[in-house]
């Protein structure tokens, strides 16, 4: 299973489209080898199935460390919420019970499936939203509350979070904010720190001060753009 921590010190916008990608291609690959769906084995069907629950799962700042988490985390963030039609809930629960007959039995349903996953991958925007109606029913923000929260330094700690999923998560916090509200947030040394302002800064964001401190972390102030 590929780690957050095997991506590296790649800059960490495009490692999460690595990570993506990683999944995308698996899917495609095997699906490429049996054009004809009649040939997928359930190896190939449950491959399928891991591949499209974790493909996305990084654009909502999650780190799944078995199997389990990664379809019991895509059915709650994906299917639950009608990202993706709740049809496909029994077919997730059937990968991570490893129902073989089930999976076997509703091959079209997991090449639809993985279908639904890649197109809403295609409709994601730079703030990693879907196109999609369950977003429409996200309640808007008074302007009065905007106000409230834009006196307030908002302070996140994602020490010990790898990249690219600390740029995730501190991406994901800035889309709540308001413009010229500041974020601070504590990153470890290494390539947190020589990463996560960067792609801060490629978002359009200003960082207005990183400080080091006693024990090795950094603080780093960032002001939404």
């Not at 076997?104 to 993985?114: G, H, R």
Request: glycine share 6%; charged share 25%.
């Amino acid at each position: 299973m590929l780690r957050l921590d095997d991506m590296g010190t790649a800059e960490c916008s495009a490692g999460m489209f690595d990570m993506i990608n990683v999944d995308k291609r698996e899917i495609e690959s095997i699906l490429k080898q049996n054009p004809d769906s009649s040939g997928l084995t359930y190896e190939d069907l449950h491959k399928i199935m891991f591949h499209t629950s974790r493909m996305l799962l990084v654009t909502r700042g999650l780190d799944a460390t078995s199997e389990d988490q990664i379809f019991s985390l895509f059915g709650k963030h994906f299917i639950q919420t009608e990202l993706i039609d709740i049809k496909f809930l029994p077919l997730v629960d059937a990968a991570k019970n490893k129902n073989e007959s089930y999976l076997v039995a509703n091959k079209e349903a997991v090449i639809e499936v993985s279908e639904a996953i890649r197109e809403l991958y295609k409709t994601m925007d730079d703030s990693l939203r879907f196109k999609v109606k369950a977003e429409a029913k996200q309640p808007q923000v008074s302007e009065t509350s905007e106000v409230k929260t834009a006196v307030a330094i908002i302070e996140k700690d994602f020490r010990g979070v790898g990249c690219p999923m600390n740029f995730v998560k501190t991406k994901l916090v800035l889309e709540t904010m308001t413009t010229g509200q500041q974020l601070s947030i504590l990153l470890d040394d290494g390539a947190p720190i020589q990463n996560v302002p960067n792609s801060v800064k490629l978002e359009g964001h200003k960082v207005l001060s990183q400080n080091q401190s006693g024990e090795g972390h950094w603080t780093v102030l960032i002001e939404k753009g």
